[in-house]
């Protein structure tokens, strides 16, 4: 009933981002430690080989940049196209509170439509914008929404109190790792979160942008699959990334 999704979908929108300039480097050695990989088409042609049998979540909504009003996105990607590209899950952000809020709820109400076809089970992102406060009270009304109106689970951040975002939201909640912190942190941070309800991360920079990502992801795993205590998984995140076997 839990999962870690290795986010990298992270240049639909931020271009060549760090540590993911090339995404096959970064992509591969990874893959045998994520439950599924979250990506867009582009990436997934590109840099995954065709016999890589970890479920795709295909990023579905884009058409915008770093550059530009964020949550002016679009869906991109057809739910044919999904399953052609033999996805298990179709992803698209959602902006509660941001200019575009309405168009992408009812983008999202609309991919769930045209996904209940396939009984393609759909992901909405609780995109937060730069001015929009990460709290239990803001989370909770993104992440209920997107319940509401069909996600079959919902991705969110990591906040105090965030046992109420849990409990008011009837679909399962993933976390992202958002900006990269301290292995230790973000160990600690991933702990708190499936301890108090979530169903894993679709985590992306504190993996790869960390100096030894094979070891976090391992580690990262340990809290999550095995309920590792932070301690517990940062000790072995240190011996992995030392090169020893725990
Ligand atoms: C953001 O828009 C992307 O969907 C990322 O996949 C998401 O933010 C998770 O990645 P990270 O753990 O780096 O925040």
Redesign the pocket.
């Known amino acids: 009933g839990r999962t870690v999704m290795l986010?990298v979908?992270?240049g639909y929108f931020l271009g060549p981002t760090t540590k993911l300039e090339s995404p096959r480097k970064t992509i591969a050695p990874l893959i045998p430690n994520a439950d599924s990989l979250?990506l867009t088409r582009g990436v997934l042609r590109t840099s995954v080989d065709a016999n890589v049998d970890t479920p795709i979540v295909l990023r579905i909504s884009g058409g915008t940049s770093i550059l530009k009003e964020l949550s002016n996105e679009g869906i991109t990607t057809s739910i044919e196209e999904a399953v052609r590209l033999n996805a298990c899950a179709v992803a698209l952000?959602i902006f509660v509170g941001a200019e575009y809020e309405k168009q992408t709820l009812m983008g999202l109400a609309s991919v769930v439509d045209r996904a209940q076809e396939y009984s393609m089970p759909v992901l909405a992102?609780t995109?937060v914008g730069k001015e929009m406060a990460r709290d239990a009270r803001y989370l909770g009304l993104c992440c209920r929404i997107a319940a509401e109106l069909g996600a079959n689970f919902v991705k969110s951040y990591y906040c105090e109190d965030f046992k109420k975002v849990v409990e008011g939201c009837p679909v399962p909640i993933v976390i992202?790792?958002?900006k990269k912190i301290e292995e230790f942190e973000a160990l600690d941070m991933s702990y708190k979160a499936v301890q108090e309800g979530a169903a894993g991360v679709?985590?992306?920079?504190?993996i790869w942008q960390s100096d030894h990502p094979v070891a976090m992801i391992k580690a990262v795993r340990a809290v999550v699959h095995k309920n590792a205590t932070p301690k517990e998984a940062f000790d072995l995140f240190n011996s992995l990334k030392q090169g020893k076997e725990a």
Do not use: F, P, Q
Request: proline share 0%; aromatic share 0%.
């Open positions: 986010a979908d992270h979250m952000s992102v995109a992202a790792g958002g679709d985590m992306g920079r504190n």
